[in-house]
């Protein structure tokens, strides 16, 4: 039902995407933000001298690398060190924009305030307190979509870890078939970290939350409660395949990813930072 909707994407913008609405309570308290928690260190271009390196540098150095040049960071309230670190994006040599989120209920409500500025631009969509390697994978991504007209192009990287992480389930041609949510026991062996997708799966995204939002409304509750669990990108994803959604993958069978949401991985990203410069 979505391939008469499916346009090629060449020479499209293509707009970086940023959720940053977490609390991060699994390492608080922390100083600052997670997003801009120092981690490693960059070089100075003029000197050669070296300068922190905070947790979403490394994101948008490889959305950069792809040719993004734009993108927008979606902020909740209180997280305005994040805007005053990265300002305009100069430092990263991308554009940056800030939106503030509406609904607190994950990250496809966090990301749909981008909605309006999106819309008709292919998205790159990246978590900021990942680190992954190789540092071209969004370059990879893009390639891929342009290839394939896909709707959504994942990155999927090996886990030891998917309790953790959205596992997925591919086919013989790289087609992404199903999405497992932080299962207990799975046979699966990559979970995604990163996308590129196109107006398709955008506009798909933005009815998804709209019909959840909607449906509490027309309930009459009194606010908007949460739903019965967080909703998961991955959610919504699986429930675009079911609708005609198409999903393709590029597995990145030599990288690898550390997600800096527990004491642990955090301590682990410090230690091992090198590896994802």
């Given at each position: 039902?979505?391939?008469?909707?499916?346009?090629?994407?060449?020479?499209?913008?293509?707009i970086?995407?940023?959720?940053?609405?977490?609390?991060?309570t699994?390492?608080?308290?922390?100083?600052?933000?997670?997003?801009v928690?120092?981690?490693?260190?960059r070089?100075?271009?003029?000197?050669?001298?070296?300068?922190?390196?905070?947790?979403?540098?490394?994101?948008?150095?490889?959305m950069?690398?792809?040719?993004v040049?734009?993108a927008?960071?979606?902020?909740?309230q209180?997280k305005?060190?994040i805007?005053?670190?990265?300002?305009?994006g100069?430092?990263?040599?991308?554009?940056?924009?800030?939106?503030m989120?509406?609904?607190?209920?994950?990250?496809?409500?966090t990301?749909?305030?981008?909605?309006?500025?999106?819309?008709?631009?292919?998205?790159?969509?990246?978590?900021?307190?990942i680190?992954?390697?190789?540092r071209?994978a969004?370059l990879r991504?893009?390639?891929r979509?342009?290839?394939?007209?896909?709707?959504?192009?994942?990155g999927?990287f090996?886990t030891?870890?998917?309790?953790?992480?959205?596992?997925?389930?591919?086919?013989?041609?790289?087609?992404?078939?199903?999405?497992?949510?932080k299962?207990?026991?799975?046979?699966?062996?990559?979970?995604?970290i990163?996308?590129?997708w196109?107006?398709?799966?955008?506009?798909?995204?933005?009815?998804?939350?709209?019909?959840?939002?909607?449906r509490?409304?027309?309930?009459?509750?009194?606010?908007?409660?949460?739903?019965?669990?967080?909703?998961f990108?991955?959610?919504?994803?699986?429930?675009?395949?079911?609708k005609?959604v198409?999903v393709d993958?590029?597995?990145?069978?030599?990288?690898?990813?550390?997600?800096?949401g527990?004491?642990?991985d955090l301590?682990?990203a410090?230690r091992?930072?090198?590896?994802?410069?």
């Open positions: 039902m979505m391939a008469g909707r499916r346009r090629k994407t060449e020479g499209q913008e293509v970086g995407l940023i959720p940053a609405g977490g609390s991060a699994r390492i608080s308290p922390l100083p600052c933000s997670k997003e928690f120092p981690v490693g260190f070089k100075v271009a003029k000197d050669g001298s070296v300068r922190p390196k905070v947790a979403c540098h490394y994101l948008l150095e490889s950069h690398l792809a040719g040049r734009k927008y960071i979606v902020l909740r209180g305005w060190d805007p005053g670190y990265l300002g305009d100069g430092l990263v040599s991308v554009d940056l924009a800030y939106l989120m509406d609904l607190p209920f994950g990250v496809p409500f990301i749909d305030q981008a909605f309006p500025f999106v819309r008709d631009a292919l998205v790159a969509f990246g978590f900021p307190d680190l992954f390697r190789p071209d969004f991504l893009i390639a979509q342009r290839a394939t007209n896909a709707d959504v192009i994942l999927v090996c030891d870890s998917p309790q953790k992480a959205d596992m997925v389930k591919l086919d013989g041609k790289g087609r992404v078939v199903r999405i497992d949510i299962p207990r026991k799975t046979h699966l062996r990559y979970a995604w990163m996308a590129v196109t107006p398709v799966f955008t506009e798909f995204l933005h009815e998804y939350v709209s019909v959840i939002h909607n509490k409304v027309r309930k009459g509750v009194r606010g908007i409660r949460p739903p019965e669990r967080q909703l990108i991955g959610d919504v994803v699986q429930a675009g395949i079911s005609g198409r993958a590029v597995a990145f069978t030599k990288g690898s990813f550390l997600d800096l527990t004491p642990e301590m682990k410090i091992t930072c090198d590896q994802f410069t």
